[in-house]
Structure formats: structure tokens, C-alpha cells
């Protein structure tokens, strides 16, 4: 069931499974998606690394991710694009800047189970019912049913994690640096730069990560430009220094030293074993 608007507003929710898994292909580019796997065993290649996913598990895409379904049993898809509903704009903590969507490097997977399971089941009938509806509130209608689903899925995934351990302040800081990171990593790889961004010291913002039992700010970096350039290197033809300017480094020696430390090989190596 899909939603296309005026202003080229885009919302979709489809049921994908064993039958139709292999020909189903998105019709929008650029969307976030939320997965909602209704089955164990669901497997999917997201930026060529290999994930199952099992039954009450629900995932966060960004337009960013690459994403195949090698075997999928039973799940339903949520999709969406910024002119529909850009998180950014409506609110910083259940969209663009959000936990679930810019992580570096990490798939948010939140669990669903006991009373969180119907409420969730509520939220995602209502918003079958209101695709329905073809009348001038719809699509104010069907924002309030996805926020209330990214709502939902935020609060899961800070209870289930470390991040329900964290004052609220302390949250906001770790989900503005993985934003800012997002949007700037290619250009900028010092913690200290985001520092200043937030008007923080390097030191608050290491300690809080340190806090919630996460990497460090700065392997928070490194991971987010090793997951681009495994991107770049697996899913384009451009060359490695071609990469390497892309991300930041001034010459292909620096790239690559620094991608071997980070990955173990080089990045022609790399290459090589995932083609």
C-alpha cells in the first residue's frame, strides 16, 4: 500500500515473504525504512556483510545502506521518504538525527515482545486503515501514525540498550555527534572538530560515550568512514585514490594505511574478496 502526494510525499508499507522476496524491488530511492521481521531466520546483505534477523525484531535503514534480501520468510516493510516525513525538521529525536537512522556503523535492532508487541500491532493496523482513506487529512493523518511508530521504536531501543542508563542530556549529546558525524565525516575526522560544534570539551564527550558502554567518539569516526569506503569500494568503480579523496584523505598512502589498521587488509584486498 502506498501513499504519493502533491509534493512528492512518498509513504509505503508492504508485505514481503518467501513468494515475493526475490522480485519485490523498491519504487522510491532514498527513503528510510523500518523492518518488522514476522518470522525467524529472515537473512539480508546490508553493505555486503551478512545479518539474520528473527521473529519480533524490528530494524532501521538509512537511504545510505545497501541492502539485498538473500532469504526472506515473512516481514513488513515500512518506507519513507524526507518529503513525507523528514525527522530532522518535525523532530530531532525520532528522525534524521535520531538513534535508529544515524548511528555510525551500527544497525539499531529493536526487540519487541509482551504489551510493547500489541501496542505495536495497533500502531501499524492504524496505519494500514489510514492508507485507506483518500480524504484531505490523510496525509497529516498517516505523519502522526509514523511518528507514533518511531516513537515507540526509540523508547524500545533506549530501554533495551545502555542508552536508558543516560540522562536525557547526556543522550541528546551522543545523538547530535552521530548526526554531525554522519553529515560531515567525509570532510572531518577529528573528534575535536565536533567538539567545538557542540561547545563541548573532547573529554565530555569521550567520557560519555566511555558511560553508556560505547566505542569512542573517535572509533565512532573511523567506523563510519571504513563502512564508506567498503561502500565505495564494493558498490562503484572508482578507483582507490578516486576513494580516498572522496573521504577526506589527502593521498591514497594515507587511505590505506589507515584502512588496513582498521580492517586488516588493504584496500585492494578488500576488494578483491567481496567482488
Known amino acids: ?57 524490528i530494524i532501521s535503514l538509512s537511504q545510505h545502506h545497501h541492502v539485498q534480501y538473500d532469504e526472506i520468510n515473512a516481514m513488513t516493510m515500512l518506507r519513507f521518504n524526507s518529503e513525507f516525513y523528514c525527522v530532522l525538521n518535525h523532530d530531532s529525536e525520532v528522525g534524521c538525527k535520531g538513534i535508529l537512522y544515524y548511528t555510525p556503523a551500527k544497525i539499531p535492532v529493536v526487540l519487541i515482545e509482551g504489551l510493547e508487541l500489541t501496542v505495536m500491532n495497533d500502531a501499524w493496523d492504524v496505519t494500514h486503515m489510514e492508507l485507506e482513506m483518500k480524504d484531505s487529512l490523510q496525509l497529516e493523518m ?23 542508563y543516560i540522562d536525557d542530556n547526556q543522550h541528546d549529546l551522543v545523538r547530535e555527534f552521530n548526526f554531525l558525524v554522519e553529515t560531515n565525516f567525509r570532510e572531518h575526522h577529528s573528534v575535536s572538530h565536533y567538539a567545538g560544534l557542540l561547545n563541548k570539551s573532547p573529554k565530555t564527550i569521550t ?38 579523496y572522496e573521504l577526506g584523505f589527502d593521498n591514497v598512502q594515507g587511505f590505506s594505511r589507515f584502512f588496513k589498521k582498521q580492517v586488516g587488509v588493504s584496500p585492494t584486498d578488500w576488494r578483491f574478496r567481496v567482488m
Not at 524491488?25 to 539480508?44: H, M, T
Not at 518511531?150 to 533495551?160: D, E, F, G, P, V
Not at 567518539?217 to 568503480?237: F, G, M, N, W
Open 1 to 57: 500500500m502506498i501513499y504519493q502526494g502533491k509534493q512528492n510525499e512518498y509513504f509505503e508499507i508492504q508485505n514481503v515473504d518467501y513468494n515475493n522476496y526475490r522480485t519485490y524491488r523498491p519504487i522510491v530511492s532514498g527513503a528510510l525504512q523500518l523492518l518488522w521481521f514476522l518470522s525467524d531466520g529472515n537473512k539480508l546483505i546490508i553493505d555486503s556483510i551478512p545479518h539474520t534477523f528473527n521473529r519480533n525484531e
Open 207 to 244: 567520557n560519555t560515550f566511555k558511560k553508556i558502554g560505547e566505542k569512542s567518539p573517535l572509533q565512532a569516526i573511523h567506523d563510519r568512514i571504513v563502512l564508506e569506503s567498503k561502500r565505495l569500494l564494493h558498490y562503484t568503480k572508482k578507483d582507490i585514490s578516486e576513494v580516498a
Open 142 to 164: 498517516l505523519q502522526m501514525q509514523l511518528k507514533r511508530i518511531l516513537i515507540l521504536c526509540t523508547r524500545m531501543y533506549k530501554k533495551q540498550g545502555s542508552m536508558g
